[in-house]
């Protein structure tokens, strides 16, 4: 199985609203409401930020918000604030009944 | 509250086999729909699934890892266990053990394992 694609980089300046794109194929993103999003701020463990495409763990900024259409998934960061500067990965159940994640994407707050 | 903490070595040779273990609290490994999984992150690059175990013992591998990998969980231990077989400098990474139910909900702070001769 192939890593899902994202963007290398995206910056916003804050305030402002930032997308990134999670392309994946019919075989994970496009054939299950089972994409997630995790923030990791460098040297720490990521965090929980979407699952089931659009659902917000206890606790998430809704700020954050994410969707699906075909086998894109996308997050959308809101109002972005100086601590949104991370990175950002998404993951996706497959086919195999495994998982598989993004590339990641480095968000910058300009 | 729920943690879960990974230990291991830190530094394989080559060839070798490593095995980590996630000793985590505030939940039951027995309970209905719960998962433990491993989760690894090279240095400076992305997050890359390796496997996980159900509360019914169901187990799950990474295709391109497969037959390098083994999960077991002790659940009067609180325990999970990932052992990789035949160990490559390209298996140098941090090594996250994580507690599935919605999704990858809660992490351990990860463990850096360096393979080096």
């Known amino acids: 199985q192939s890593a899902l694609t994202q963007p290398a980089s995206v910056s916003g300046s804050p305030g402002q609203s930032i997308t990134i794109s999670c392309t994946g194929t019919s075989s994970d993103v496009g054939g299950y409401n089972y994409v997630s999003w995790y923030q990791q701020h460098p040297g720490k463990a990521p965090k929980l930020m979407i699952y089931?495409?659009?659902k917000r763990p206890s606790g998430v900024s809704n700020r954050f918000s994410g969707s699906k259409s075909g086998n894109t998934a996308s997050l959308t960061i809101s109002g972005l604030q100086a601590e949104d500067e991370a990175d950002y990965y998404c993951?996706?159940?497959?086919?195999?009944?495994?998982?598989?994640f993004g590339t990641g994407t480095k968000v910058t707050v300009l | 509250q729920i943690t879960l903490k990974e230990s291991g070595p830190t530094l394989v040779k080559p060839t070798q086999t490593l095995t980590l273990t996630c000793t985590f609290s505030?939940?039951?490994?027995?309970?209905?729909?719960?998962?433990v999984g491993w989760i690894r992150q090279p240095p400076g690059k992305a997050l890359e699934w390796l496997a996980l175990?159900?509360?019914?013992?169901?187990?799950r591998y990474s295709p391109s890892l497969k037959s390098r990998l083994t999960i077991t969980k002790d659940t009067s231990k609180n325990q999970v266990v990932l052992t990789m077989t035949n160990m490559d400098p390209v298996d140098t990474a941090t090594y996250y053990c994580?507690?599935?139910?919605?999704?990858?909900?809660?992490w351990g702070q990860g463990t850096m394992v360096t393979v080096s001769s």
């Open positions: 505030g939940f039951s490994l027995s309970t209905s729909g719960v998962g």
């Open positions: 089931d495409v659009s």
């Open positions: 993951s996706s159940y497959t086919s195999s009944s495994t998982y598989v």
């Open positions: 175990i159900y509360w019914d013992d169901d187990k």
């Open positions: 994580v507690l599935e139910r919605d999704a990858f909900d809660i």
